[in-house]
């Protein structure tokens, strides 16, 4: 189903992977859009070891957005989807070279059901405001209904970091 990684000596090992998943602040999550065109957009997310309800063997990552709008037409079309980050970049001059690493996830993407958005908001609110409890949870009261939470269960991960970063 998946090609094979060309480079497979730069691949990171999983626990790099997830690593940079975690650390990431957004990355690029790509669907498919309308009339046949690609479409991405940069979100804020959250990597789950086993998903929400840990069956997620690759894990699962979260993301929320409006309730109506063009990334929930296309999921509704068609839920296969693909995130990206990506960590360590640099521009090598006289080298015509970047250092980079970066992650694909590949999976399928749902909208949660009510039970399990507020657990998800909070994981992705706890990630950027770690010291925060009672202001996340209020948020989530006040705003968790004008919201969708989206899950990407993963069925591949890919991760490849260039040759000076090994």
């Not at 602040?25 to 998903?51: Q, R």
């Amino acid at each position: 189903m998946f090609p094979k990684m060309r480079r497979h000596r730069q691949e990171m090992t999983r626990d790099e992977a997830v690593a940079l998943l975690r650390k990431t602040d957004y990355g690029i999550l790509a669907l498919h859009g309308e009339d046949g065109y690609p479409y991405t957009v940069p979100m804020n997310h959250v990597y789950i070891e086993g998903g929400l309800d840990g069956t997620a063997e690759l894990g699962a990552i979260y993301f929320h957005c409006a309730l109506v709008g063009h990334k929930l037409d296309a999921i509704a079309r068609a839920p296969k989807a693909s995130f990206c980050v990506v960590g360590k970049h640099a521009y090598r001059p006289q080298k015509f070279a970047t250092t980079y690493e970066s992650v694909i996830a590949f999976g399928q993407v749902a909208i949660l059901e009510e039970a399990s958005k507020a657990e998800a908001l909070y994981k992705l609110s706890k990630k950027f405001d770690p010291n925060e409890h009672d202001l996340i949870l209020d948020e989530i009261e006040k705003d968790g209904p004008r919201c969708a939470v989206l899950e990407l269960r993963i069925d591949r991960l890919t991760s490849k970091k260039s040759p000076d970063l090994m």
